[in-house]
């Protein structure tokens, strides 16, 4: 028997785990991951040709190259479906501020929170933007995030958003981790807004959207549906906009208050429900119903010191499809890494491994509308792949910490190796 030639096998690695399938995994099928024992991965260009035991493998194809695993696990790249990475100034100050008594929403009616940050955005050039912006994405990659959505908003003005998005589409355009950029105008309302919100809501809706749309800016538009933020009903007009513009829409909801944002996203029919901290049976229900995603942010709380948490076991229990995600921002959530986010997820929602994985790969790509494409180890899907210095999937929420991540295959080609 001739051998198939093939660009690359990753072999060597003591078990391969991975989701399947090409859409969103819910109640018990969370935790059903194929783990095949020494298993490898054939590649040609930039996808999967094959995946099995290695020895089946071996047999079968002629690699021109091959990456030992050195018994480590082999495992999709993370996709991180809720970031906010456009921003030039951090506030460690807050964060201080807190583990001293203070709340998240009595430092942003100081003036802090963020539009302490949007200061920062707007008095920064779009090259300064674009190289902060760099940096964060080069530490995704190490971590493992092969595929991260990103937001704006925290320039919230024409002028400023654009920029961002401008900045966003240049990275993203040379960038090896895949990048899916989100409109979050509607963050929250600029300084000079506040003494009538509504003009803001209108400038957002005749101005803002109607230009990113027509320049292909963004793939998404979010809300921070809050009581702080913008109501439901200001929430229903701007992401009606959105959709208009053929923009598919992600929320921001129930995170400080039930304001019933999930039911609004399942109205809508958006691709994700995010935070959901204070979400209420009819939401848990609504989201269920609709297959909405619910992009849940584990360490987000702990980061404010709130009590609150998502009820990420019921939700999973009641059918609700469950992915997983840092927020990666200045304000709520300093952290980029999904294997430290796993085993948060883990602790805190008790999720098994095998759960947090399927939520921290397949399950985000399907709410970022790619789950044909990656998300899962299986043929025909693009060869995003780590090798993880972890002798099982299991230990991937067991051990905090450390990053595991010792190479990164992104599109068939190694992004990243660590150095011995
Ligand atoms: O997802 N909740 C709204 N937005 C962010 C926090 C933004 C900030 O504080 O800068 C979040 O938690
Ligand atoms: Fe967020």
Known sequence: MTLRPVDLLIRGASELATPLGSTPRKGRELAALSIVPRGAVAIVGEHIVAVGPEDELAARFAPARTLDAAGGTLVPGFVDAHTHPLFATTREDEFELRTRGATYAEIAA?????????????AASRELLEARLERHLDRFLELGTTTVEAKTGYGLSLEAEHKCLEALAAVRARHTVDVVPTFLGAHDFPEEFRGDKQAYVELLVREMLPRVAREGLAEYCDVF?????FSLAQSRRILGAAREHG??????????????????????GAASADHLEHVSERGI????????????????PLFLRQEREAPGRRMIDAGVPVAISTD?????????????????????????????LTAATLNAACSLGRGERIGSLEAGKRADVLVLDVPNHRHLAYELGRNPVRTVVRGGRVAFERAR
């Open 247 to 268: 923009l598919g829409l992600r929320l921001h909801v129930d995170q400080l208050t039930p304001l019933g944002g999930a039911e609004l996203a399942a109205e809508l």
């Open 328 to 356: 990666f921002n200045p304000g709520s959530c300093y952290l980029q890494s999904m294997s430290e986010v796993i085993s948060w997820a883990a602790l805190r929602y008790r999720m098994s491994a095998a759960e947090c």
């Open 285 to 300: 229900d609504a989201l269920a119903a609709h297959g909405v995603v619910a992009v849940l942010c584990p360490v987000v």
């Open 225 to 229: 549906t809050e009581g702080i933020a």
């Open 110 to 122: 100081a003036g802090g929170g963020i539009l302490s940050t949007t200061r920062g955005v707007r």
